[in-house]
């Protein structure tokens, strides 16, 4: 089993920024890729960004290109998310996850709890 924290969270006006970060523990000796979700109010949990275990390769979706930054420090078992330039659709509560493979993938096998965003006009 793997345990995900997540912290960083908080509101912020639009144009602000805010870096979300991911602890690991427990059973992470194995390779996991990590990634990062949101989930809005009313609507169904997305994908925003991922990478891989070495960290070489990450992916992002559209509207998080350019704006955010997904990075990890393996020694640590830290993952983290740099939000720039924010805006209100950006709002949501923010997931981390663990899947168990090395690469990038959809299927996640570990989730954290979450942590709010809010992103103010």
């Known amino acids: 089993q793997v345990q995900l924290v997540e912290s960083g969270g908080g509101s912020v006006q639009a144009g602000g920024s805010l870096r979300l970060s991911c602890a690991a523990s427990g059973r992470t000796s194995s390779s996991y890729a990590m990634g990062w979700f949101r989930q809005a109010p009313g609507k169904e949990r997305e994908f925003v960004a991922q990478?891989?275990?070495?960290?070489?390769?990450?992916r992002y979706t559209d509207s998080a290109k350019g704006r955010f930054t997904i990075s990890r420090d393996t020694a640590k078992k830290m993952v983290y998310l740099q939000m720039n330039s924010l805006k209100p659709e950006d709002t949501a509560v923010y997931y981390c996850?663990?899947?168990?493979?090395?690469?990038?993938?959809?299927?996640?096998?570990?989730w954290g709890q979450g942590t709010q965003v809010t992103v103010s006009s």
């Open positions: 990478i891989s275990w070495t960290g070489g390769i990450t």
């Open positions: 996850a663990a899947r168990r493979d090395m690469g990038l993938g959809v299927k996640y096998d570990y």
